[in-house]
């Protein structure tokens, strides 16, 4: 093979001739091809040349196949236009070109192939053409100019283009043989210099150790010849008495024996101790109870008789835990308890609230829930019935006479949070100021008698009945009349008005039709009770305008029930439910409340049959319950809390108020004293109350001609 050298001066009579391509080569080997760059950024950057079918090339140097190239001002490079129909891709190259004909570097727009679907043209890299691709452009179909956001910079892909780095590496083999030799000469030398420490120490220690052995043997032989006869004596009897004592204290606690399994029955149990032959003060066994004991416990070891489990205080111990472990010890006649816990017979509900204790159980939390003098307790936190008296505290409110006046059925009351006022009425509309004596009475217009009293609080609206036949809407705060029905409603109940909730109307019954009236009294619908000689009984109403009506009828001797439901915008019937049972054959259901916060109805039957049904699915019963309290309910509302408030009367005179909650657990009861007759009731609707006042119409006289009015509270008075 021949030897080749390069890049020698010429001399007389020997001429070097260096060919282009030598210098080429020669940088070739050393060098890759592709850009030039300073401080790591790359140059010849390709841009769109907007609004234009031109690209242009910033400034800047490449080497391909070691033959340099430099461009030292933007240049220019024009695309052909795209077709009509389809894309192109064209891709802007620095071509290197060797043959003879050519021999230069230079930008060119290498176009690609249009089609739905295009690729960029592929880079020529042979003999005599090397190509590098600075970038390539999408060219959108049927367009006159270039789009910036379709140009893809290639310079930074090594394949295509890349920057220019050195060929020139060394072998990582021999780079390897020698890291090895000198990692391995450190490590032998750090291994010599940590052996060499390692016995430098061991020397010192011993060096040390003997020499503080040799001084304690010194100062030992110096003393001997202080201690005489006497403190010599004394000091060997000092350290027998304490050897006797360590082997009293080993012997104590070696007499604890352990046994595994007892027998016999749960409070008289046998065991087997190996070595025992006799009681004697001071054994000690310890053993797993294997069941709750049930009486006074024995104990026999090896069948020398039953001994008496005892407590310290000397009472019998009867109350072992299965899996419990106890340790007892014999004195005089019993096992005593060793280490005994808390006993006894108190209950969490015995033991104030979150304190703790223990008891036959272990320890415990209480529960009580202790009140001081002078704190109010709510009625349903006190575990009993209330019976021959007011529950809390009564303020009578007046009293005015009205002879004549037998009041066995419902008087109705209003409590109107919003302007303080109690309104009622009993032959003439009557209000009170809520916490004050202050009687007013108005006169409706063409009859002074009243018997119904519905409430709008939040519009301020009270719908008042005149006699049995008409109905006015009154503001409530200074009793202007609003309107009245200008027909009579023919047999009007004393109990059938309902409020449509949002000042949407009313709705109210006479003996056989159900009538409704908009909030500026125009009568919207009627309907006739679908029940042949039937009559409706009660009537409520939703915020949603949503009508519920019940009716009967008497049939084969019992009473038959219906309810319907209606839409309150057209008198529409949505459903019918007649699965009404109630507590007998002669019940009907007399009163109706919705509870709006959860989407029910209760109802309340004459006899006290209480049932809690969905507005939605007015045949689906939630809860039903029978009054034990009384067996003649005269009215029903409902608090914020679903908590429902039956009033009612037993017997002939005997009124009073229950409270269910929202399941229909009874919760209190409280009937007055005779001759007092609660009969008519309301409670404080004030939003949120957790134990809303309750206010009552009362009759005062067996004849039930004189009323009065009552507030009452759901909470008492602890005196000291």
């Known amino acids: 093979m021949a030897e080749i050298f390069k890049f020698f001066n010429s001399a007389p009579g020997d001429e070097r001739w260096h060919y282009a391509s030598d210098f080429a080569d020669y940088f070739g080997n050393v060098l890759s091809s592709g850009l030039l760059h300073k401080n790591g950024t790359p140059n010849l950057q390709v841009k769109v040349n907007a609004g234009t079918m031109q690209t242009y090339v910033e400034a800047g140097e490449a080497l391909i196949q070691g033959y340099q190239y430099q461009n030292t001002t933007p240049l220019f490079l024009t695309h052909g236009l795209p077709e009509p129909n389809l894309d192109r891709i064209d891709r802007i190259v620095l071509r290197l070109d060797k043959r003879n004909n050519a021999r230069f570097i230079r930008l060119f727009v290498k176009e690609g192939v249009s089609a739905t679907n295009p690729v960029p043209p592929s880079l020529q890299r042979d003999q005599y053409v090397f190509e590098l691709s600075l ?324 519009y301020d609206i009270l719908y008042v009945t005149q006699g049995d036949s008409k109905i006015s809407k009154v503001r409530a705060y200074d009793y202007t009349v609003y309107w009245e029905t200008p027909t009579s409603i023919t047999s009007m109940s004393w109990r059938g008005t309902s409020v449509v909730p949002g000042d949407k109307g009313v709705v109210s019954f006479g003996e056989y039709y159900a009538y409704r009236y908009s909030t500026t009294g125009a009568k919207t619908w009627e309907i006739r009770h679908y029940i042949d000689a039937s009559t409706i009984t009660a009537v409520t109403a939703t915020k949603s305008d949503i009508i519920l009506v019940t009716g009967w009828k008497y049939d084969a001797g019992k009473y038959v029930n219906t309810i319907y439901k209606f839409n309150g915008a057209t008198g529409v019937q949505m459903s019918v439910s007649d699965n009404w049972t109630g507590g007998n054959v002669q019940d009907s259901i007399a009163f109706m409340r919705v509870d709006e916060q959860n989407q029910r109805f209760i109802t309340v039957s004459s006899q006290g049959y209480i049932q809690s049904r969905s507005v939605a699915n007015i045949g689906t019963i939630i809860n039903v319950v029978y009054n034990t309290f009384s067996n003649n309910a005269v009215g029903v509302e409902i608090d914020d809390f679903g908590n429902v408030y039956v009033l009612s009367r037993e017997g002939s005179f005997g009124y009073g108020v229950a409270k269910y909650s929202p399941t229909l657990n009874l919760l209190w009861k409280c009937r007055t004293m005779t001759p007092e007759l609660m009969v008519g009731m309301d409670i404080d609707h004030t939003p949120g109350l957790a134990y809303p006042e309750i206010y009552n119409v009362t009759s005062t006289g067996v004849s039930g001609t004189n009323f009065s009015g009552a507030k009452h509270k759901q909470t008492i008075t602890i005196n000291p």
């Open 135 to 458: 970038a390539q452009i999408r060219l959108t179909k049927n367009t006159s100019s270039l789009e910036p956001l379709k140009l893809v910079d290639e310079r930074m892909k090594e394949d295509l283009c890349g920057i220019v780095y050195s060929l020139i590496s060394v072998p990582t083999s021999v780079f390897q043989q020698q890291w090895d030799y000198w990692f391995n000469l450190k490590k032998q030398s750090l291994e010599d210099d940590m052996e060499a420490w390692q016995l430098q120490q061991k020397n010192d220690f011993e060096t040390w150790q003997a020499i503080q052995k040799q001084e304690y043997l010194t100062w030992i032989e110096s003393i001997k010849d202080i201690l005489d006869e006497n403190v010599a004596a004394n000091l060997a009897a000092r350290i027998a008495e304490l050897e006797q004592g360590l082997a009293n204290h080993i012997a104590e606690v070696s007499h604890i024996k352990w046994i595994e399994t007892v027998g016999g029955s749960a409070n008289a149990l046998t065991a087997t101790v190996p070595g025992t032959t006799s009681y004697k003060n001071g054994l000690a066994v310890s053993f797993p109870a294997t069941s709750n004991s049930t009486a006074a416990m024995t104990l026999n070891i090896n069948g020398l008789g039953a001994i008496p489990i005892k407590k310290a205080n000397g009472t019998a111990f009867s109350n072992a835990k299965a899996n419990g472990v106890y340790t007892v010890r014999y004195r005089a006649g019993a096992f005593i308890l060793q280490g005994e816990g808390g006993a006894g017979n108190a209950q969490p509900s015995d033991v104030r609230k979150d304190k703790t204790f223990t008891n036959d159980n272990g320890e415990q939390i209480g529960t009580l829930v202790a009140y001081s003098p002078y704190q109010e307790i709510p009625i349903d936190k006190l575990n009993r019935t209330y019976n021959g008296g007011y529950f809390g505290n009564l303020s009578n409110l007046t009293n005015y006479g009205l002879s004549g006046y037998t009041a066995m059925g419902p008087v109705p009351i209003r409590h109107d949070y919003k302007n303080a006022i109690i309104h009622t009425n009993c032959a003439g509309y009557r209000s009170y100021g809520a916490d004050s004596a202050g009687l007013r009475f108005m006169l409706m217009p063409r009859n002074n008698s009243a018997h119904i009293l519905e409430l709008d609080i939040e």
